[in-house]
């Protein structure tokens, strides 16, 4: 650990001790699921290193941008218009809340029947062990679920949060009162910038996430093909580190991912075999460093190639439209592309399995892992319709529920191994 890291982080107010010991976990973890993996795209070396880099290089830049006088904008949800905040010249963040270490942290506070993602992103505030949080000069929540919300109510305390509210319906009323909140975050994000959002940047922000909205659509469907040319671990990494990386950059690491993969494809090179049973993932979103299911899957002969979730398909299948046309137009465009997003927090919340079933017969899967996080009680509902959708398209099905701890890893590894004997019969 360089002496300009500890520096920086000692600036930030993180909690020296604790952030040692995360780190020291982390290295270990990636090194067992990820660098032990074998016959990885050339192209992976790049996420490889910003994970082993994790609060370094990004969060010095992020540093950089304030100095400048810019500012930090942190997000939990794919419900956040993140081209606001890049037309008014901040810099969004997508916050990771996937890590049992700070866990612990937040049920000092929080109820302990509450989803490891609430408490993970909690905890990391609470503990003062994540630069990210550190740096951000505004939180942005949003309505999806209770359990995020009331959070939201704690988390002020500590940060300054403006919570967006997101509707349940998406009824012609809903979308109203969405684009309202679409137009009230826009004041928001240029009282805290200073700058003004126009036609001209907000239309720059539009092509700019569009663009890497695209190259995630192409790493995805390169994921169709027999022999998968990369892993689901490995592509699951990438649309992580999607989330806080800069939006260009990472436009141009995806795109070199996917020149390798296209050669690899021609050359007939996967990284399993041809008969190793497809899975997909559907359900709650994974936020670095929640490996856990794609290494249980993968480690028990199968492979990933799809999720559906906010991890996934969900984080860039819809693009706004662009048009060359007035503000108002560009901002109905965005507000229209966010309410494209189905989460379980709405109701009803059909697309989304009509979703499960379009994507398990795009990507011709063997069978689909639902997975909830315990007590999100919306993903667990929706599970028993999924259940019964992917039952009528002749689809096998593997519900799962769990949480950030390796307590049941031994007990999922059973059921996965079990499912996947039954699959292949
Ligand atoms: S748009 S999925 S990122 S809300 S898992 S905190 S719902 S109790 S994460 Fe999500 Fe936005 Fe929806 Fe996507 Fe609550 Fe459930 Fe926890 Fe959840």
Redesign the pocket.
């Known amino acids: 650990m360089s002496n300009e890291n500890i520096q920086m982080w000692t600036d930030l107010k993180i909690d020296l001790k604790s952030h040692d010991l995360l780190l020291n976990a982390l290295g270990p973890a990636f090194q067992d699921i990820y660098l032990s993996q074998k016959n990885r795209p050339a192209g992976m070396a790049f996420y490889d290193f910003v994970v082993g880099d994790i609060h370094g290089i990004r969060v010095k830049e992020l540093i950089q941008h304030a100095k400048n006088g810019g500012k930090v904008v942190a997000t ?4 956040v218009p993140e081209e606001l905040v890049w037309a008014a010249g901040g810099i969004p963040v997508g916050l990771c809340a996937g890590t049992q270490f700070s866990v612990p942290m937040a049920e000092t506070v929080l109820p302990r029947n ?5 408490k993970s992103s909690f905890g990391f505030k609470l503990g003062r062990v994540c630069p990210y949080v550190q740096v951000s000069h505004l939180i942005v929540g ?1 309505t ?5 919300k009331k959070m939201f109510e704690i988390l002020n305390q500590y940060q300054p949060v403006y919570v967006m509210e ?1 509707p349940n319906k998406k009824t012609e009323r809903s979308r109203n009162l969405w684009h309202g909140e679409v137009l009230a975050f826009k004041d928001v994000i240029e009282k805290l910038t200073g700058n003004k959002i126009t036609a001209e940047n907000l239309g720059q922000a539009i092509e700019l996430v569009n663009q890497r909205r695209l190259a995630l659509q192409r790493l995805y469907n390169l994921r169709k093909v027999s022999p998968v040319p990369i892993s689901g671990k490995d592509a699951l990494l990438a649309i992580q580190v999607s989330f806080y990386d800069d939006a260009k950059r990472d436009t141009q690491m995806l795109t070199a991912l996917c020149d390798e993969l296209d050669k690899r494809i021609a050359a007939g090179q996967g990284v399993a075999p041809a008969n190793a049973p497809r899975i997909l993932i559907s359900g ?2 994974m936020a670095i460093p929640n490996w856990k299911l794609h290494h249980l899957i993968e480690s028990s002969g199968a492979v990933v190639v799809c999720e559906e ?2 991890t996934g398909t ?1 984080f860039f299948s819809e693009l706004v439209k662009p048009t060359q046309s007035n503000l108002d137009e560009q901002l109905k465009a965005v507000a229209d592309r966010y309410m494209n ?1 189905h ?3 709405f109701t009803p919340n059909d697309e989304r399995f009509d979703d499960v079933v379009r994507l398990a017969k795009e990507y011709q899967v063997d069978g689909v892992v639902h997975y ?2 315990q ?5 667990a509902n929706e599970a028993i319709t999924m259940e019964k959708k992917l039952e009528d398209a002749g689809i096998p099905l593997l519900r799962i529920e769990t949480d950030y701890s390796d307590e049941d890893a031994g007990q999922l590894k059973t059921r996965i191994e079990a499912f996947l004997e039954m699959i292949k019969h």
């Open positions: 939990y949800c794919v419900f509450t989803c490891a993602l609430i949003e999806t679920c209770d359990g995020k997101v709650s979103p979730s906010c969900r997003i989460c379980a927090c909830n996080l007590f999100c009680h919306t993903y």
